[in-house]
């Protein structure tokens, strides 16, 4: 076993290491919906870099299993959003998800004649470097709000601000080294 020394790991955590409050997340609200992209971006109290999963395919052969690479597939994205007392964040993204569908007529307002661009916009959630610069930029594309949560209200909660949780559905990620 090699005979590591802290100054070892220390002198291979380029740049002290990635922290996980330098984050940026940029949302592209489509027309109908209004929302204010810098304002979005100050309320976002948190966020994840995306993932993706390549899938299994099971083959059965001769009493065994053969495991092949299956189809990529994107988990549901997640923020969480500060509510201000306007409630503008909020407001921008039940509009969007009113464009999806309505609450009365059941029909979408904007996707009718559209297409997916009616609805859809590309996100980007971004990994600062401890001097702001981009360290790492990810673009979720044809992104949508598929769930606006529901905010908790509670006597006890004295001292906090509200907060809600976005889900996000999008065809894929981009980045800066993969595509």
Known sequence: MANYRVDDFRGKLQGGGARANMFEVNVTFPGYAGGDTEL??????SAQLPASVIGLVEVPFRGRIIKLAGD??????????????????????????NGLNTHITNRGVESNNSGLGGYAANMEVIQLDQLGG????????????LNVAA??????????????????????WTNDNVS
């Open 72 to 97: 990529r597939t994107f988990e549901p994205w997640t923020i969480t959003v500060y509510n201000d007392t306007n409630f503008e964040v909020r407001d921008s993204f039940e509009r969007w998800m």
């Open 151 to 172: 905010i908790d209200l509670d006597y006890a909660q004295v001292g906090e601000i509200e907060q809600f949780q976005v889900t996000i559905e999008y065809d894929y």
């Open 40 to 45: 979005t971006n100050f309320m976002c109290r």
């Open 134 to 145: 981009t360290a790492k930029k990810y673009t979720l594309k044809n992104a949508f709000p």
